[in-house]
Structure formats: C-alpha cells, structure tokens
C-alpha cells in the first residue's frame, strides 16, 4: 500500500507524518516547535497573539523534507499530502499569494478592548449585529479569535485592502505547496463563526451584517479532495516530487477525532492541547446553545470547546518558576510538568478539600469568568494540592461537557477515548478524567491524532481507502487512565 503524508500546524508544534495506508503503521514522524510569534511584548500585554504565516510554512515545508529524507527508499511510495491546522484565526493574501497581515490565532483577544466612545468591546458590538438567532445556523457564538470576528477588526481598522482572501493557516499551507488559490474546507470554514453550518455555505446574510466584502471568503470544498499538485518550490523546499497530490485540509478538532475515534456511534472524546474539547459524533444536525456544532465528514461534531487546557496548566508552571525566582534557586530550563505531575500524583482524589475552578481566561461565551481557588486550609495550601486541585477542575471542566453532550443526544457514550499531548503527557490528568468519567480512558496507540487524521482523510479522499469504516480500521488502542484492560482494538 501507498504512503500518504498528513502535516499538522499546531500552535505549539508542527508535525508531519508518514502513514502505511495499509496497514496503519507511522513509518516516519517529524516534529518542529512552532516559533513564529511575532507579539511584540506591548501588544502581548494587551492580549494580541500576531504569528508569521511564512515562517510558520517554511517550518512545515522543512518538517516534510525531514520526513521525506527518513522515508528513504519508501520515498517513491508517497501518494499525496493531508493537511490540517490549528481554527479559528486568519491570515490575508493578496492576489499574488503573499500575506499582508499578520496570522492571528485563536488566542487573540483584541475584541475585547473597550472603545471609551462606546464604553462597548467589538466583540459585543460583533455579537449584536449578528443576532443570537445566528447561532442556530452557525452552531457557534461568535468569539474573539475567530475569523470572523478578527475580519470585523481589520474592517474597522482600515486592513482589509481590496482583492485580499482570508485564509486559515490550513489553507495558507495548501497555497504555499501547491501555488494555487487557497480554498478551505465546511471544518475550518465553520471555525469562523461565518458558517451556516445547515446548508453548507458562507452565511452570506450574516457576512452582510458585519459589513465584510463577501469576495474575501475562499471557495470551500470537501476536505481530503485533491485540491492541488506540489509546486516545484514547494518540491525543491521538500525532497518529495513536483506533482504530488496535496489535499484540502480539515479543522485540528475533526482531523484529531477522524485519527483517534473508531467507534463514532459510542465514543466521546476529550482532546487536550493547548486548549481542550469534549466531542461527540451525530449523523444529523442537534443545535445546543450550551454546545457547538461543528461539521465532520459524514456528519457532525457535538462539542464542548474551552479555553481550559495546556495553557491553564503553563499557568500554574508559570506561578511556581516565579515563586522559586524569588528564592534565588536555579531553575532548570526544562519545564516544572515533570516535577508538578509527581506532586499531584501522590495527592488523594478530592486534593483534601482544595478546589480549582480553571478559567482563568474565561470561556468562550463568557470571557471576563476567572479562575478561583477554594476550600484553602493549613493543610492543603501546597503546590502538591494546588497541582492535584487544578487537574481535577480541568476534569470536572470536561465531564460537565460530557452530560451537556449526551443530553442533546438523548443516550451516553460508553467509550471514553483521549487525544492531544496535553492528556498524552500527563499521565496523572489521564487517571482523574477517567476517574472523573468512570470509565477506562483509551489513547490512540499512534502519537500526534491530527496529522494522522489529515493523513486518513486523504487517503479516502484519493481513493487509497474506501471509507471512513476502512479508515477507522487502522486506528489502535492501549489504555491511558491506570485500567488494566490494555491493548484495545478499534474493532472489538
């Protein structure tokens, strides 16, 4: 069988990878930090999260040379690229393929910002043209960091030149391999906010509303569609042939669920990175305004995203590397997660009384919640308990999305999967939310689930695999929450 390559542009790292479509083996893996921020400290302060585009490809087109010189004589087995990427933010190119804007991510939070003439934020003004009737279309609410909203910025800022398209950093990345046009897939597109999720296209009416040029949305297309063929620069910068197929990309969020998540009609995934999701499969559209509904091939995706994830665990790093400044002692400079998950590991579930609501950023519905500590005592207030408090808030966090989930599904999952590193890496999370779910928690055998959903997805859609069933066939198990039962299949 052909190999197909499936890339992923994280906000943390970008991975590619070689999969036998055979018989699911990754036969190479490549991995790069994603150092393309370019937030200037000031704008940092104010929430701002602005990233080079270019040089976030120009990270991906090396972590596929190195991925292709380890193939080595398997290299002429390639049959075609998938892609995926982090959702929600925009990046701007101009009719000649060059950005002219800065990729803003999802972590932006410029909409935030009180205009003193209106004593409003644009996120509120955003969210009062569009109408909470919107979210019935969208399957979202509108929030900042996504496309949609960033767009409004651009417009009332005077950066949204004419003859720009707005493009996620998925579909920058297909541009930049093939030279084409960039297009974008109903995954991503949905990520905007702009998506009228029922019929499958732009939700022109709302872009109207918002007053944004309805010219500067990409075609969409079905992800894992051919949508072009490797450029020579692309090839040149790559080691992989001139010609090679390259596929329209999918959303992280689906392409993790396609990669980690066998059995759609009785799992429920928790995909912990630098954010965290609870996701659940529909055949048919459930709209929840406690949920978003975002679209998957052959159907739907229930789920309930957050902003409590990696990064609200970074935060408590964060808090013990100050307190141990202030002592003087010699940090190492690897990270404290090591060190903190061996804490909490040895702390009794319930941290003796200590308490963590993590929203320290809020929620995306909410964003000015905050984080609270509770049930302080002379015995609990350690860095073990506050460890132990903060993994299982973030667990109860997932859980509350889980029964919202399973309420508009009217039946439960019985089958717990978890995906992303955020969970991969810390085993001690992984026991709590399986405690906290009462269920063994299984974890995909293969690392990185996105790129190997982006991988999956093309090989259906270049006719290598015949379907989402033979695609989910090649997805194996082992158990991650401290059960015994070990070495699931995806087909028991």
Same mark, same amino acid.
């Given at each position: ?35 393309? +921020? ?14 080079? $585009? ?33 959702? %929600? ?21 410029? =909409? ?11 996120? +509120? ?29 651009? %417009? +009332? ?67 894992? +569609? ?53 996701? $659940? ?105 506050? =460890?132990? $408090? ?28 978890? =995906? ?30 996105? $790129? ?41």
């Amino acid at each position: 069988m052909p190999l197909v390559l499936g890339l992923d542009v994280g906000t943390t790292t970008i991975t590619a990878l070689a999969l036998d479509a055979g018989n699911g083996q990754i036969v190479a893996r490549e991995t790069a930090a994603n150092h393309a +921020e370019i937030t200037t400290p000031d704008a940092k302060a104010r929430g701002r999260s602005d990233w080079d $585009a270019a040089r976030m490809a120009a990270a991906a087109l090396g972590v596929l040379r190195r991925c292709s010189a380890s193939l080595s004589s398997r290299s002429r087995d390639v049959a075609g690229i998938g892609l995926t990427g982090q959702q %929600h933010g925009v990046v701007l190119v101009d009719d000649r393929l060059a950005p002219v804007t800065p990729f803003v991510n999802w972590q932006d939070r410029r =909409a935030e910002e009180i205009d003193p003439k209106s004593a409003q934020s644009l996120l +509120e003004r955003v969210r009062s043209l569009a109408g909470e009737e919107s979210r019935e279309r969208t399957g979202c609410t509108l929030s900042t960091g996504y496309m949609g909203v960033t767009l409004r910025w651009f %417009h +009332e800022n005077a950066m949204l030149p004419a003859g720009v398209t707005a493009c996620f950093i998925v579909d920058y990345l297909g541009l930049v391999l093939t030279g084409k046009k960039p297009v974008t897939d109903a995954t991503s597109a949905a990520s905007s906010g702009l998506f009228d999720i029922s019929c499958g296209d732009w939700d022109r009416p709302l872009i109207e509303r918002l007053g944004l040029p309805a010219t500067i949305f990409a075609a969409i297309h079905p992800a894992g +569609e051919p949508h072009g063929q490797l450029a020579a620069s692309a090839a040149d910068a790559t080691g992989l042939p001139a010609g090679l197929p390259v596929c329209v990309g999918l959303g992280d969020n689906q392409a993790s669920f396609y990669g980690s998540v066998a059995d759609l009609d009785d799992a429920i995934l928790v995909n912990v990175g630098t954010g965290g999701q609870v996701a $659940a499969y529909s055949k048919r559209f459930l709209y929840s305004a406690d949920l978003e509904t975002r679209p998957f091939p052959g159907g739907y995706l229930l789920v309930s995203a957050g902003l409590c994830g990696g990064r609200t665990y970074a935060l408590l790093e964060r808090f013990f590397r100050n307190v141990c400044d202030l002592t003087g002692n010699n940090l190492p400079t690897s990270s404290l997660y090591e060190a903190m998950n061996g804490l909490a590991g040895n702390v009794s579930r319930g941290a003796d009384g200590l308490r963590c609501e993590p929203l320290f950023s809020g929620t995306r519905r909410n964003s000015e919640l905050r984080g609270v500590f509770s049930g302080i005592s002379a015995e609990n207030f350690t860095p073990a308990h506050m =460890a132990r $408090a903060l993994l299982e808030g973030m667990a109860t966090i997932f859980h509350c999305g889980r029964r919202d989930i399973e309420t508009v599904l009217g039946k439960p999952r019985v089958r717990l999967v978890g =995906a992303g590193n955020g969970m991969r890496e810390n085993p001690v999370l992984a026991r709590i939310v399986s405690d906290e779910f009462g269920m063994p928690l299984d974890m995909a055998i293969h690392r990185e689930e996105a $790129a190997f959903g982006a991988a999956l997805v093309a090989s259906v859609g270049l006719g290598i695999l015949p379907g989402r069933e033979a695609a989910a066939k090649l997805i194996r198990y082992q158990d991650y929450g401290g059960n015994s039962d070990s070495g699931r299949s995806s087909t028991r």
